[in-house]
């Protein structure tokens, strides 16, 4: 099947947010009384961030030099993150409801800025209506196909065990899995027989929808084409792959694209997945493979070892590398996509699932400039998750979640200068976005690659190393000058070309990083 990626991603640059912990407008009415917004975040507490405060900090964003937005849920839920929907064509009234999204997407698309939306249709909250209505009705319910129920349970009129914390009441032990907690199955079925319905990894919040059914297809393609109708750029699926049918996500794509054919969809998949990038499902996943090996090329000692051990994803896959390691690394996961893929892939360092950037790099600001430098300068749409680029720090989830600190005496200010000058950089160089990768020099903690756009040539080197470092760089065309393009707070490489401009000699000072233009 050809490939067909949206072009526009190819010059986006992705600003993560986790809506109830980005801005709160006071526009939003409240119902209640909040968690503090700079205190610790909790798993259960709400800051009261919501879509009128993200629409009154686009002129922030913009100044950083984002044009796309991917908001994590924001459809009704009983959870702070809400990956717990109980309405999926609804906002969260906390959030500002439907309004509040529909000015933040006109406010955003007159500014040129895209947004995607999130959506979690493997599972439901317990509060989900169908769901609610088989808890009321038992075996009566017409919906009593849109869950795996205990059929057998049902029809003997025993109830749904969907709050076995509520146990602990009476005294009776707790059994309740949480978040963290090894869980035996992914999809549910051991814990049919406990709660009476398939959950989640077995978590009673998060009952799974049967995609078999086809009013339950029906209502997901729905709200996936009616957001879309709405006025939203694209999807970010939540946990794709724990929905065992092909032909559905088939059919998401061809129905997302009937109504917007440059609709942007993109799944979370956290390792190399070829087969889901076919042509035939999804444009691009949330590229984790690389953040991890950006991260363990420019970290180095710095590593929060203990930390990511700690991770369910990132514990065997972040370690100490050196430039060739990165590089080999680097290869193998460009070669396992077609180049258009690769082009239009959710580059990420950190999101709300994992710790954040600056945190796993053991708070090191040099690592972490050259892990966003690297973001920025590879093939794929860097995304930023919300506050990395003022320093804002954070562990396993929910300290990844943090509110932002809009006191601008927090923010590591040089940092986010520094990414925005990166970014900006990018944006007004189209061989950064769309030029060909060729790397040109890998040795010790020395790496130097082209990006090439018909004449236009661009140098990237960096070298996460402590001491300077000399890489022989060989072209492919002679170069005959060399212009290096300043970023703030790094030395630029010094280059002494060879008389015929086949070769160079490129010497790189300590933790930084340099973009050379090559005429």
């Not at 199955?185 to 009673?204: K, V």
């Not at 990165?326 to 699932?353: C, I, K, M, W």
Request: proline share 8%; charged share 25%.
């Amino acid at each position: 099947m050809p490939i067909d990626t949206p072009d526009w991603v190819r010059d986006a640059i992705f600003y993560q947010i986790f809506p109830d912990r980005f801005a709160a407008s006071e526009r939003v009415v409240k119902p209640g009384p909040l968690e503090p917004w700079d205190a610790p975040p909790t798993l259960h507490g709400f800051k009261g961030g919501d879509l009128l405060g993200v629409v009154e900090r686009l002129p922030y964003l913009a100044d950083l030099g984002v044009n796309a937005l991917y908001l994590t849920p924001i459809f009704a839920s009983a959870s702070n993150h809400r990956y717990h929907t109980y309405d999926y064509l609804e906002v969260d009234p906390l959030l500002g409801g439907n309004d509040a999204l529909r000015t933040l997407l006109d406010e955003a698309h007159a500014r040129g800025m895209r947004v995607v939306l999130d959506g979690v249709f493997n599972h439901t909250g317990r509060g989900f209506w169908a769901f609610h209505h088989v808890m009321e009705n038992g075996a009566g319910s017409p919906y009593r196909n849109w869950y795996h129920f205990d059929r057998a349970a049902l029809e003997a009129m025993r109830p749904l065990r969907a709050y076995p914390g509520a146990d602990a009441r009476l005294g009776v032990a707790v059994d309740e899995p949480w978040i963290g907690q090894a869980s035996p199955s992914s999809d549910g079925t051991a814990s049919r027989e406990r709660l009476g319905y398939a959950a989640w990894w077995d978590l009673p919040a998060l009952p799974k929808l049967n995609t078999d059914e086809p009013a339950v297809r029906e209502h997901l393609l729905g709200v996936a084409e009616h957001w879309l109708r709405f006025g939203i750029d694209g999807w970010r699926l939540d946990v794709p792959q724990e929905i065992r049918d092909e032909s559905f996500w088939q059919e998401f794509r061809e129905r997302c694209r009937a109504i917007r054919p440059d609709a942007y969809l993109v799944g979370e998949i956290w390792y190399v997945a070829p087969e889901w990038l076919a042509g035939d499902r999804f444009d691009a996943l949330m590229n984790y493979p690389l953040a991890e090996a950006i991260m363990s090329f420019v970290g180095g000692d710095h590593i929060d070892v203990e930390l990511i051990r700690t991770h369910h994803e990132y514990g065997p896959n972040i370690r100490p590398t050196d430039a060739p390691g990165f590089v080999t690394r680097l290869l193998e996961l460009n070669a396992a996509y077609d180049p258009d893929v690769v082009a239009v892939q959710l580059n990420l360092l950190g999101s709300h699932d994992a710790p954040r950037v600056r945190t796993v790099l053991g708070g090191n600001v040099e690592a972490t400039r050259l892990a966003m430098f690297l973001q920025a300068t590879l093939p794929g749409a860097p995304c930023v998750y919300y506050g990395d680029e003022i320093g804002l720090e954070g562990g396993i989830d929910p300290d990844s979640r943090r509110a932002f600190p809009w006191d601008e005496s927090r923010w590591d200010g040089r940092l986010r200068d520094f990414l925005r000058a990166t970014l900006q950089r990018r944006a007004a160089e189209p061989a950064l976005r769309r030029g060909a990768l060729t790397i040109r020099a890998a040795a010790g903690t020395g790496l130097a690659f082209e990006r090439g756009l018909g004449e236009e040539r661009l140098l990237v080197v960096a070298n996460p190393g402590s001491s300077a470092t000399a890489l022989r760089v060989e072209f492919d065309r002679a170069v005959g000058h060399v212009e290096p393009l300043a970023l703030p707070g790094d030395g630029a490489a010094a280059v002494t070309l060879e008389p015929n401009g086949a070769a160079a000699k490129v010497e790189v000072p300590p933790l930084s990083g340099s973009i050379l233009r090559l005429t």
